[in-house]
């Protein structure tokens, strides 16, 4: 192959040496320091022999431990021990408030699901939601009231903070109450209630994922602070501008979901869709835009203004002056740019997530030139997923350093680890009178504050939500409730002086403001029922004033000043805010686009990297304004060379308890820093401007000449073909593209004959299960990985069995690379066992653990494997993980999440993905039991289930009409490594190229 | 002449242990094995009574193998549908009958000592009323049929296809107390499934798998 760039690459190491990719296709498994062990002396075997003799004596004479079984007293009707119900309830582990199903199964919750009747999520669920089960079964939740940082009751704190609330109602002292987002009505309407029984109270929000510059730019223009809802399922052109919309933005899965919606047209890719991703670092949105245009941090919304500039000259519209130098702007590309969306008036998006007013300003006026609002901006039914203010933020802290607070209540915010507060910053804080902290976990603040009361988790308590106005969602209890925890919302009605509980308070709410706006004439008790069933209904949008757009408050920007270095601090898929450090799950899961896990870490471009001396893993010390983090450096390929940019939600004191969550064996390194904790809190680096919390501010780098290595798995599990196999070989077709072009013209004959190595005996009389998965469709937001984990039970690795190339993951996102380092674009591929019709693993197992079903499917007995390894060496998808350990199932609280349909596999056992067997039994039993034939659909395991793209189909290939079948006879469709002809069960959908630059699809080689 | 003696003194002992353990030899077992167990339960339940005698379907109470993996131990509501009547055995009432003609009284209520387990952890009193202030208490039935935390069973898929529950569980009508009949090892479930291929089960030709996920994953 001639011209590298035509191919994929994993890492820029892969991209400058095309052979090494194919040497690390060579050893699948990393060195580890057991190979150098000496071999066993004749004491060791005598020693072992000795064992075993005496083990299988003990275990075949003993009777087996004697085990009970417990009826209920009294059973209730349509409850069977054994059996799952699905409960629809809210997600919260975001301000999204995505509508999900927990499955719960003989009293307790093992799975969330989106809920399809959704009507905003519809059926998806992301990574951080499906993980946040695990915030249930967390030992170290509180489960009581702490005074002072010793154990309490709530009639001990109820009564102290009430004293002292009697005093500041006497003394007229301020009382604040802040939050993040409260998408909640009831509790909204009860923090309503705290406060007005004070001359002198307020409710501040504050999210520290702000798009408080959208609302405040609203504000200005329509009079009214709302933040649009955006309907990407109508705008099939899209321009985004620093917004991450399909993995950390607003609400991401409902996004994904419309994103995806609006590149289909009758089903067919689209001819129109567009996406042009502006950004300095390379996002999961970027990565999969037609066009990302590469910018420095600085020009993201000069870049807007000239773009604005565009489209009002084409509509003869006023515009404010550009004010960025000319040639200094990708012309070109914002003269296509313009025409593309003009051409879609009413069918376009303009997206913004930059923390500035003025630019913000600036996207509501190229929508509103755009003729999008009304069409695909919703303002009659806006948005409620975010309500945060930077300005009353900035003002809080202000009165509380200044020591006006008499008291601060803090809920569903960690102030002191999300925004950059100094130590006199802290030292006010602490010296508030009466500081409450409503958190769950002993976090930053909580560690502060006097009086911590412990909010219910939201799987154990009643609540609700209104995530778009008009749209509310109940969230109802799946749980008996773990410890003495309070929801939030009984707190704030106690210490009103009205104790109620939670499910009268949401229902009382509910029957006074909420059923009266809906229209239907349904009493409240059925309104209620449906409520809860569906888990979701449409009452009429709460009445907002929103004026015709008042184009005179459309600003120009300042001119640009000449930046340096500048820090961009951004939201980590999974991680987010960093609320959920305490998640193993979201610690360890890969970074969609770097492939990091464990730790956060400086992305600084290729070539800043070779001028300053870098090398992955050095860490460098990065200062603004007095303060530093040391932090490690990534090289990240589509990096701007003048922004390093750094995650949020790091170096959280709920990750101390990570020091070693892997296996307790004697070369195992701690997965947290030398502070114990995981990764560095970059909050410090956050800048306060006069409107927003910015996350740009110009920064100095030094290299500190010291190391700390990243757990990164781009390179883990290669697909590649070895050199010594095929010298010289062309590269294999892993991950293939296609163009619009070359799908409209005739279908080519696709039936290559390959050698066969077995004779095609099997006869898949019944079933034949298949998986087909639409590669153009992932947008590689990993909520399939977390949602294998979470379904089959597979264990948490550590950092440091990450490196050695042991994570445990059964199916994972492979990430290539195509284009230049500067500017690459991304593709991702779920991989998984591909359940081979002759498979390779098959043949080598000397026990026949590994056998193929009379269905399809590769089959792993756990039972039955000796733990030679040979599959996974022969496996050419490399997707088969071996338990090198018995992993930690100390903790009695968490194993509950376990899922009790899967084995939990034991040391020296292989396992891999197993299509969910245990539901496609399920489905099939229940069939049976119905006396129905199984319809497409009924089976659909926790990959297909929670992914927002719908990316993923699961059926029969023995029924033409399955839409398995229909996807695999497409033209984009084929096998990966077809040309070893293994036969595998999961067909993928070409991605498709809508530039026209298609690659062929070769790795390096 | 040292190694001589040794040789001979380990043979003994070989020899003797072999003695030793002949006699256990015919009733050897594979570990895991537990056929034939019959634990005593904490009341004294009688199947042939129920089941045998009384002809009761054994859905009745185990009504979760039409709709459950678990085949379950009915709660104690369903006990009670009869056992708000039935308090006492024919036997123990024809007695206290007896005795209060012979004494001249009328007779008193009976309640047997097994059934009034069964009472108090229901929260009744020997009238069998609620008693409001009354906590209920599960009663803990110890475990017969166990299977390794590998295997997965479902009753549905043989209840519905009409599998007898006798076929597994042996002659349950005529046990007084409750016994694992088969062996319910591997070979033993793949026997049946391999014959009912053939065979059918009731005359109807059944699909009854033999791959290992099928009660491996």
Not at chain 1, 77 to 86: H, I, N, V
Not at chain 1, 301 to 316: D, E, I, K, P, T
Request: proline fraction near 7%; charge should be neutral.
């Amino acid at each position: 192959m001639n011209d590298p760039h035509q191919v994929h690459w994993r890492s820029l190491d892969e991209f400058a040496d095309p052979q090494l990719a194919e040497r690390r296709g060579e050893s699948e498994f990393e060195d580890t320091p057991l190979r150098h062990a000496e071999a066993p002396g004749r004491r060791d075997f005598l020693r072992a022999t000795g064992f075993v003799l005496a083990g299988s004596a003990i275990t075949g004479c003993s009777r087996a431990p004697v085990r009970t079984a417990t009826p209920l007293p009294t059973q209730p009707e349509d409850y069977w021990p054994g059996r799952s119900d699905q409960y629809a309830t809210i997600c919260t582990a975001c301000s999204a408030s995505c509508g999900v199903l927990a499955k719960v199964r003989d009293g307790r919750p093992v799975k969330l699901e989106g809920n399809p009747d959704h009507p905003l999520s519809r059926g998806g669920l992301c990574a951080v939601g499906q993980a946040s089960i695990l915030s249930l079964y967390d030992s170290h939740r509180l489960g009581q009231p702490h005074v002072s940082g010793k154990p309490s009751s709530w009639e001990e704190a109820d009564r102290a903070i009430l004293t002292a609330l009697e005093s500041i109602r006497k003394q007229k002292g301020a009382v604040r109450i802040l939050t993040g987002t409260v998408t909640s009505p009831s509790l909204q309407e009860r923090i309503r209630a705290f406060a007005a029984t004070f001359d002198n109270a307020r409710h501040i929000v504050f999210d520290p994922l702000s798009s408080s510059a959208i609302l405040d730019a609203h504000e200005a223009l329509f009079g009214a602070r709302v933040l649009p809802r955006m309907r990407f399922e109508k705008a099939p052109v899209v321009a985004a501008f620093d917004a991450d919309f399909l993995g950390t933005w607003i609400s991401p899965a409902e996004f994904t979901r419309g994103y995806r919606e609006a590149r289909l047209e009758n089903g067919k890719p689209s001819a129109q869709a567009w996406h042009t991703q502006f950004e300095s670092h390379l996002s999961l949105t970027g990565g999969g835009a037609e066009e990302r245009v590469r910018l420095a941090p600085g020009q993201l919304a000069h870049a807007l203004a000239a773009l604005v500039a565009r489209l009002a000259s084409r509509a003869g519209a006023r515009s404010p002056a550009v004010t960025s130098p000319a040639g200094a702007l990708p012309d070109k590309q914002l003269d296509e740019l313009a025409a593309r969306l003009w051409n879609a008036r009413g069918r376009s998006l303009v997206v913004c997530g930059l923390a500035d007013v003025k630019a913000q300003k600036l996207c509501a006026y190229a929508n509103h030139l755009l003729g999008n609002y009304g069409a695909t901006l919703d303002l009659e039914r806006p948005s409620l997923q975010r309500q945060g203010s930077d300005r009353a933020m900035s003002g809080l802290l202000q009165e509380i350093s200044a020591g006006q607070l008499g008291a601060l209540f803090v809920h569903g915010l960690n102030p002191a680890a999300e925004l950059p507060l100094d130590k006199t910053a802290l030292e006010a804080m602490c010296r508030i009178p009466l500081l409450v902290s409503l958190s769950s976990r002993t976090d930053e603040t909580a560690e502060l504050a006097r009086f911590v009361c412990p909010d219910a988790d939201p799987l154990e308590s009643w609540g609700d939500a209104e995530p778009v106005s008009g749209t509310v969602c109940i969230q109802q209890p799946v749980f008996r409730q773990v410890g003495h925890s309070r929801p939030a919302m009984e707190s704030f009605a106690a210490w009103s002086g009205k104790p109620a509980t939670a499910r009268d308070l949401v229902r009382t709410h509910w029957r006074d403001s909420i059923h009266p706006r809906h229209g239907g004439g349904l009493p409240f008790e059925e309104f209620w029922r449906a409520s809860l069933q569906t888990g979701a209904m449409e009452v009429k949008p709460q009445s907002r004033a929103a004026t015709a757009l008042r184009q005179e408050a459309v600003e120009a920007l300042p001119a640009p000043s000449a930046e340096g270095m500048t820090a961009v601090l951004y939201a980590k898929t999974g991680i987010l805010d960093g609320r959920h450090a305490y998640n193993p799950w979201l610690q360890e899961l890969p970074d969609p686009i770097s492939k990091a896990a464990w730790d956060n870490y400086a992305c600084v471009s290729p070539a800043k990297a070779a001028s300053l001396g870098l090398a992955d893993g050095d860490l460098i010390k990065i200062t603004a304004a007095g303060h530093s983090i040391e932090i490690p450096v990534l090289i990240q390929a589509g990096q701007h060379d003048d922004a390093v940019s750094i995650a949020l939600g790091y170096g959280r004191r709920e990750s101390q308890r990570f020091s070693n969550p892997g296996p307790k064996w004697m070369y195992a390194k701690p997965t947290t820093g030398a502070d114990g904790l995981v990764g560095v809190n970059a909050s410090c680096l956050l800048r306060w401007t006069p409107e927003t919390l910015a996350y740009h501010r110009g920064v100095q780098i030094e290299k500190t000449g010291r190391n700390r290595e990243l757990a990164v798995t781009q390179t883990h599990h290669s697909l590649t073909m070895p050199p010594k196999l095929d010298p010289g070989g062309p590269p294999r077709p892993i991950v293939q593209e296609t163009s619009l072009v070359q799908l409209s013209a005739p279908a080519e004959h696709k039936s290559e004959a390959h050698p066969e190595l077995w004779p095609r005996d099997h006869q898949y009389t019944g079933h034949r299960w298949a998986m087909a998965i639409d590669l153009d469709a992932c947008s590689g937001c990993s909520a399939c990985v977390v949602s294998c984990q979470i379904e089959n039970n597979v264990p948490v690795a550590g950092r440091d069995e990450v490196i050695r190339n042991r994570e445990m993951h059964w199916l994972r996102i492979d990430r290539y690379y195509s284009g230049t380092p500067e500017n690459p674009r991304v593709a991702h591929q779920p991989m998984m066992c591909q359940h081979c019709e002759h498979a390779p693993c098959e043949t080598v197992c000397p026990v026949l653990a590994t056998v193929h079903s009379s269905e399809g499917l590769n089959q792993q007995i756990y039972n039955r494997c000796v733990g030679t390894r040979y599959c996974a060496n022969n496996c050419p998808y490399k997707v088969r993980r071996f338990n090198w350990f018995d992993y930690p199932h100390e903790d009695r609280l968490v194993n509950l999440v376990l899922n009790p349909d899967v084995t939990v596999r034991s040391r020296g056992v292989m396992e891999k993905c197993s299509f969910c067997v245990q539901r496609i039994q399920e489905a099939k039993i229940e069939a049976k039991r119905l006396g129905k034939p199984m319809a497409d659909g009924d089976v659909a395991p926790a990959c297909q289930q929670s992914c927002p793209a719908q990316a993923i189909v699961f059926g029969d290939l023995n029924d033409p009409k399955s839409r398995v079948s229909q996807w695999a006879a497409q033209a984009r469709g084929y096998r990966v490594l077809e040309e070893i002809n293994v036969r595998p069960s999961v067909y993928y959908l070409k991605v498709i190229r809508r530039d026209g630059e298609a690659n062929g699809g070769g790795h390096h080689g | 002449m040292i190694q001589r003696i040794l040789t001979i003194v380990l043979s003994l002992g070989l020899l003797f242990s072999l003695i030793l353990f002949a006699s256990k030899f015919g009733s050897a077992r594979l570990p895991g094995n537990q056929q034939g167990y019959e634990p005593v339960q904490p009341i004294a339940y009688s199947h042939r009574l129920h089941a045998g005698e009384l002809k009761m379907d054994c859905l009745y109470c185990h009504s979760g193998a039409m709709r459950s993996r678990h085949a379950g131990i009915p709660s104690g509501n369903i006990c009670l549908n009869c056992h708000t009547q039935v308090k006492a055995t024919f036997g123990e009432v024809r007695q206290e009958d007896e005795l209060a003609a012979k004494e001249n009284r009328k007779p008193r209520q009976v309640t047997s000592a097994e059934l009034s387990k069964l009472y108090q952890g229901m929260g009744l009193n020997p009238q069998s009323e609620i008693k409001p202030e009354a906590v209920t208490k599960s009663i803990s039935w110890t475990r017969i049929h166990n299977l390794p935390d590998f295997v997965y069973f479902d009753h549905r898929a043989h209840v519905s296809v009409g599998v007898a529950c006798q076929t597994c569980h042996g002659p349950v009508e005529s046990m007084e107390r409750m016994r694992q009949f088969s062996t319910l090892s591997m070979g033993w479930c793949v026997n049946c499934h391999r014959e009912s291929n053939l065979k059918g089960i009731q005359g109807r030709q059944v699909n009854a798998s033999i791959d290992c996920a099928t009660c491996h994953y």
